[in-house]
């Protein structure tokens, strides 16, 4: 079994900045591929990025391309989104996903997510 817990959520101006940490409680943390998405109220959830087991891939939705960054740190079994130049169509819940491969559609474990909320 696979335990991610998200945090680092909030209330934040457009145009300013947060990171998302998202710790996952298994030792065979590096054998996952790390991902976000995220829901907007009325809206399916989305793909936001994905990063592979060894860090060196990684992949972006359009929408967040070149304003977002994930990472991953495979000592502490962490991966972080970093979130710059916030906007009001950003707010959603985030939610942090592993799978054995870089997915897009969906993923086999999930965290509860956390909210960011991004006001104009």
């Known amino acids: 079994q696979v335990q991610l817990v998200e945090s680092g959520g909030g209330l934040v101006q457009a145009g300013g900045s947060l990171r998302l940490s998202c710790a996952v409680s298994r030792r065979t943390f590096n054998s996952y591929a790390m991902h976000w998405f995220r829901q907007a109220p009325g809206k399916e959830r989305e793909f936001v990025a994905a990063?592979?087991?060894?860090?060196?891939?990684?992949a972006y939705a359009d929408s967040v391309k070149g304003r977002f960054t994930i990472s991953r740190d495979n000592v502490t079994n962490t991966v972080y989104l970093q979130m710059n130049s916030l906007k009001p169509e950003d707010t959603a819940v985030y939610y942090c996903a592993a799978d054995v491969a870089i997915v897009t559609m969906g993923a086999s474990y999930w965290g509860q997510g956390t909210q960011v909320t991004v006001s104009s």
């Open positions: 990063i592979s087991w060894s860090g060196g891939r990684t």
